[in-house]
Nanobody, 123 residues
Framework: VQLQASGGGLVQAGGSLRLSCAASGLTFGSYRMGWFRQAPGKEREFVSVMYWPSGATYYANSVKGRFTISKDSAKNTVILQMNSLKPEETAIYYC?????????????????WGQGTLVTVSS
C-alpha cells in the first residue's frame, strides 16, 4: 500500500487549503482513509476519516463545520477541504489508511501512512 499526500502550503488565518491523498495497493473490501496532524512538540492527533465503501465520515470536534472529507472513488483518492484555518492548526498533515480494526481516531490503529504534507497558517 502506498499513500501519496499533496496540497499543503502557506495560508493566512481564515484561509483555505485542499489536501489530497492518492492510494494504491488497497485491496481490502472495506477500509478507511483519513488524516492526522502533528504540530511541533505535540502528539499526532486525529483530524478526519472516511470509510470505504459506506462513505461514512468522522471529524475531530475541533474541525467540525470547517473541514470536509470526501473521496474520488475513480482515483482512489481522499480529499480534505480545510476552511477557516487557524494559526494553531499549523502542522504536518499525514494521510493514513487501515483495515477496519481499532478505534478510528487512534493513530496506532492505522497501518499505512503517507509522507506528510506541511500546512502553515500565518496570523
Amino acid at each position: 500500500v502506498q499513500l501519496q499526500a499533496s496540497g499543503g502550503g502557506l495560508v493566512q488565518a481564515g484561509g483555505s487549503l485542499r489536501l489530497s491523498c492518492a492510494a494504491s495497493g488497497l485491496t481490502f473490501g472495506s477500509y478507511r482513509m483519513g488524516w492526522f496532524r502533528q504540530a511541533p512538540g505535540k502528539e499526532r492527533e486525529f483530524v478526519s476519516v472516511m470509510y470505504w465503501p459506506s462513505g461514512a465520515t468522522y471529524y475531530a470536534n475541533s474541525v467540525k463545520g470547517r473541514f470536509t472529507i470526501s473521496k474520488d472513488s475513480a482515483k482512489n483518492t481522499v480529499i480534505l477541504q480545510m476552511n477557516s484555518l487557524k494559526p494553531e492548526e499549523t502542522a504536518i498533515y499525514y494521510c493514513a489508511a487501515s483495515e477496519l480494526r481499532g478505534i478510528n481516531y487512534d493513530a496506532s490503529a492505522y497501518g499505512y501512512w503517507g509522507q506528510g504534507t506541511l500546512v502553515t497558517v500565518s496570523s
